[in-house]
């Protein structure tokens, strides 16, 4: 059945390194989210897009995150450089909104990249 | 800012109970409210969505209502079973026309004991 891939699965690196976690919608699907998940502050939603357009980003550090689609398989979320606060799982989801009516799409949500920032 | 509460934050139940989980949301103006269920090291499963139009939505043992001017959602599951162990999210999204940024709560973690 189709499901989020997402890749990879864990990531361990040290602080000041370069982060690319990617993930692969739903094909047909046209709203991809990006989540952060920790402890402390829960779900976070980072980033939205529809149709490949960025639609909402105002929950990420613009300063070292960056999300990209650069096409309707892809989706990447790039972390320059990652810090131990960054310490968390990241979730992608993928959704399809019907006749452009905002909101009727159920998310789909990706198993999740677990990333650790030394 | 919409802000959701879920309680209680964590339920230890006998196999074959009947269980309600809570969820508050503070701002009333929502398109539609979704539960979600997320295994440990997993991601979310999609339970239900309910519609700012809709009173509940039913699947299975699984019964969600909505009282949108009372700001409150219920998570029903009928006969619980241990493989319901999991944590239970609940989520609303606003009624934007950009719309699809859903707002978490902190979740119900469930145990149901054999």
């Known amino acids: 059945d189709a499901r989020v891939t997402q890749t990879p699965r864990d990531k361990v690196t040290e602080m000041g390194q370069e982060v690319t976690m990617r993930c692969q919608p739903i094909l047909g699907h046209n709203t991809v989210f990006w989540y952060r998940q920790t402890m402390k502050q829960g779900l976070e939603l980072l980033a939205y897009?529809?149709?490949?357009?960025?639609?909402?980003d105002s929950g990420m550090p613009k300063d070292r995150f960056s999300a990209e689609m650069p096409d309707a398989t892809l989706a990447t979320l790039k972390i320059q450089p990652s810090e131990p606060r960054d310490s968390a799982v990241y979730f992608c989801?993928?959704?399809?909104?019907?006749?452009?009516?905002?909101?009727?799409?159920?998310?789909?949500f990706g198993p999740g990249t677990r990333l650790t920032v030394l | 800012k919409q802000e959701v509460t879920q309680i209680p934050a964590a339920l230890s139940v006998p196999e074959g109970e009947n269980l309600v989980l809570n969820c508050s949301f503070t701002?009333?103006?929502?398109?539609?409210l979704q539960w979600f269920r997320q295994d440990p090291g997993k991601g979310l499963t999609s339970l239900l969505l309910?519609?700012?139009?809709?009173r509940e939505q039913t699947s299975g043992r699984l019964n969600a209502s909505l009282d949108k001017s009372s700001g409150r959602s219920t998570l029903y599951i009928a006969a619980s079973q241990p493989g319901d162990s999991a944590t239970y999210l609940c989520a609303v999204r606003p009624r934007e026309t950009s719309g699809s940024r859903l707002t978490f709560g902190e979740g119900t973690q469930l145990t149901v004991n054999p």
């Open positions: 309910i519609q700012s139009s809709q």
């Open positions: 897009f529809r149709n490949r357009a960025p639609l909402d």
């Open positions: 989801a993928s959704g399809l909104v019907l006749d452009g009516r905002a909101g009727t799409d159920t998310q789909y």
């Open positions: 701002d009333s103006a929502i398109y539609n």
